[in-house]
């Protein structure tokens, strides 16, 4: 059975940073398309970041310059740095790989 597994969040201070992971178990994704969506309490799940299988990337405007995805395609596994996180990126972050989408893992970021 295929699944996509999310680890990496937590609870950090504004300015701060964490590294989220999305690795899938059953299944190579190397030939695949990743991306990284985010839902915020009391909002619609929204695009942050995306890495194709030749390694180009895609970002949210609102993450630009603060985000880097990157692949490790011989761990299966599609990584998301976000760096000078602010308040408003608190959210569960999901990964996505065609129609396959993960638990979550919850990123707080606080005041």
């Known amino acids: 059975q295929v699944q996509l597994m999310e680890s990496g969040g937590g609870l950090v201070q504004a300015g701060g940073s964490l590294k989220l992971s999305c690795t899938a178990s059953?299944?190579?994704?190397?030939?695949?398309?990743v991306a990284w969506y985010r839902q915020a309490p009391g909002k619609v799940r929204e695009f942050v970041a995306r890495?194709?299988?030749?390694?180009?990337?895609n970002y949210a405007d609102s993450v630009k310059g603060r985000f880097t995805i990157s692949r490790d395609n011989a761990k299966n596994t599609v990584y998301l740095q976000m760096n000078s996180l602010k308040p408003d990126d608190t959210a569960v972050y999901t990964c996505n790989v065609d129609l396959m989408w993960g638990q979550g893992t919850v990123v707080t970021v606080s005041e």
């Open positions: 890495i194709s299988s030749l390694g180009s990337t």
């Open positions: 059953g299944r190579i994704f190397s030939f695949n398309t």
